[in-house]
């Protein structure tokens, strides 16, 4: 598979890499991979452990993932590429990288949905930004000031 690989996470950070990835992929006439992985978590609550069932999470992503390309084609973003979507089950930073084995570039915001303010790499970003394969960019949020050039 050559191509453009992106993770989607949902956030908006992700979109702008799925933005960027998107121009890069018009540039270069290749296609655009938009992938988004979940993991299943085992809940505990000390009495008992829950394990939600994969298709819904499964679900779940695929909504997600299907609502971040709809927003960035309903600007225009996609104009002009072929685009394809996968949600896949395991780690973020471990099926990105299985990916990179194929990919011409694989892109990522430096942030996502998670945790900690402040961090300037997630997780999942400085996995990748480590093990890659292929040409890794990350794409950072839009300051203010970016959105004052616009
Ligand atoms: N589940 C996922 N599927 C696909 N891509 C992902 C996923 N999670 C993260 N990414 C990619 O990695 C980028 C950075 O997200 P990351 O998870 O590393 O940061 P974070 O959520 O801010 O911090 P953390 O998850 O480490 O608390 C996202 O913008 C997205 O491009
Ligand atoms: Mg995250």
Redesign the pocket.
């Known amino acids: 598979m050559r191509g453009i690989v992106v ?3 949902g ?1 908006e ?2 979109l702008d ?1 799925l933005r960027w990835a998107a121009f890069e992929a018009r540039l270069r006439d290749q296609v655009l991979h938009v ?4 993991t299943t978590p085992i809940m505990s609550t000390g009495y008992e452990v829950a394990v939600p069932d994969s298709s819904d999470l499964e679900s779940a992503s695929e909504t997600m993932l299907r609502a971040a390309v709809d927003t960035v084609r309903m600007d225009g973003d996609l104009e002009g590429v072929e685009v394809t979507t996968e949600v896949i089950e395991g780690h ?1 930073g471990e099926r ?1 990288i299985a990916l990179s084995k194929e990919a011409a570039l694989l892109v ?9 303010m402040g ?1 300037l790499l ?4 400085t996995y990748v930004v480590n093990h890659s394969v292929c040409p890794v960019v990350v794409v950072r949020p839009k300051t203010e000031e970016d959105s004052a050039d616009d």
């Not at 992938?35 to 979940?38: A, D």
């Not at 990522?108 to 900690?116: A, L």
């Not at 997630?122 to 970003?125: E, L, P």
């Open positions: 993770g989607v996470d956030s950070n992700s890499a992938v988004g992985t979940f973020a990105l990522v915001g430096s942030r996502g949905h998670g945790g900690f961090l997630g997780s999942v970003t």
